[in-house]
């Protein structure tokens, strides 16, 4: 499976970013994508993930303002992201799980939120 990874820029503190993740190859046999991020300094954290069957789960921070869905039709994962704030800055990164438990990762897209 190969994941692409885009829709990062520049957005100012309270404004909305969709990021979207095109995934190709065996993605018959994708179990869940998730969208990560990370910043300089800290560990992977999961955002969001959603199952080949619809099931979501959200971070924390990102409840209530972050939305994942997936278009199979199109093999797209989007991750819509409102009411940004300047610490949603990072790399956030689309991650797909197989259901033989093989993971794999595509390159990250850069999102930065100014106050």
């Known amino acids: 499976v190969q994941l692409q990874a885009s829709g990062g820029g520049l957005v100012q503190a309270g404004g909305s970013l969709r990021l979207s993740c095109a995934a190709s190859?065996?993605?018959?046999?994708?179990?869940?994508i998730g969208w990560y991020r990370q910043v300089p300094s800290k560990r992977r954290e999961l955002v969001a993930d959603?199952?080949?069957?619809?099931?979501?789960d959200y971070a924390n921070f990102a409840e209530g303002r972050f939305t994942i869905s997936w278009d199979n039709s199109k093999n797209m994962v989007y991750l819509q992201m409102n009411s940004l704030k300047p610490e949603d800055t990072a790399v956030y990164y689309c991650?797909?799980?197989?259901?033989?438990?093989?993971?794999?990762w595509g390159q990250g897209t850069l999102v930065t939120v100014s106050s």
């Open positions: 959603i199952t080949s069957d619809g099931y979501t």
């Open positions: 991650n797909a799980v197989m259901k033989t438990l093989n993971e794999f």
């Open positions: 190859g065996s993605t018959r046999t994708i179990n869940t």
